[in-house]
């Protein structure tokens, strides 16, 4: 059910890099992903700041491409999957808000046509919302828990689809599926 932390393991930061390479670079995915770390298994969003787990929890990045079934959680089994976590040599892994999980979303018919952050479904030509699949293979077409409570209902939290690019509230007790971030909030 996701990574969890070995015993005795401790964060270590990346150093801070002043200016990001430019997008012609070979190691960049679409010209915003930088893929981390010896394997990958982390992707920095060039255009956000932010650290993504390149498998939704439950999987296993290989070096190449995410194995396994993605898992479903419950809202708070959601956020007990980061505490004690240690991945990549990071220990402050979370659940991202509403608003980080949108920039993860574009619509389109498989290329990145038009960026998506109202949290309305996409329309018009680009009807299909979709993440990157290089960046982050395997990734359900369907809902991904935020760690974002619902102001309204105590017993709701923010989802955001990765089929619509949809955004709405949901009971937390419903079991969907699990990204984990890390950087600003």
Not at 73 to 97: C, H, I, K, N
Not at 131 to 151: E, G, N, R
């Amino acid at each position: 059910m996701g990574w969890r932390a070995s015993e005795g393991t401790t964060a270590t930061e990346k150093p801070k890099v002043g200016v990001p390479p430019p997008p012609t670079s070979p190691s960049l995915i679409s010209g915003r992903y930088r893929p981390l770390g010896p394997d990958g298994a982390i992707i920095e969003d060039l255009t956000t700041g932010l650290h993504w787990m390149r498998c939704s929890q439950g999987q296993r990045w290989n070096g190449v491409a995410c194995v396994g079934a993605a898992s479903k959680l419950t809202w708070e089994e959601a956020m007990r999957q980061p505490q004690g976590l240690s991945f990549g040599g990071y220990a402050d892994w979370r659940v991202p808000t509403k608003d980080e999980l949108l920039t993860l979303v574009y619509c389109s018919g498989g290329q990145p046509k038009t960026w998506n952050a109202t949290g309305n479904a996409c329309r018009g030509d680009y009807e299909s919302a979709t993440i990157d699949q290089v960046a982050f293979p395997k990734t359900p077409d369907s809902w991904c828990w935020s760690s974002s409570p619902d102001a309204k209902y105590s017993y709701g939290a923010w989802r955001m689809n990765f089929g619509n690019g949809r955004v709405n509230s949901n009971e937390n007790g419903n079991r969907l599926y699990v990204r984990l971030v890390r950087g600003k909030q």
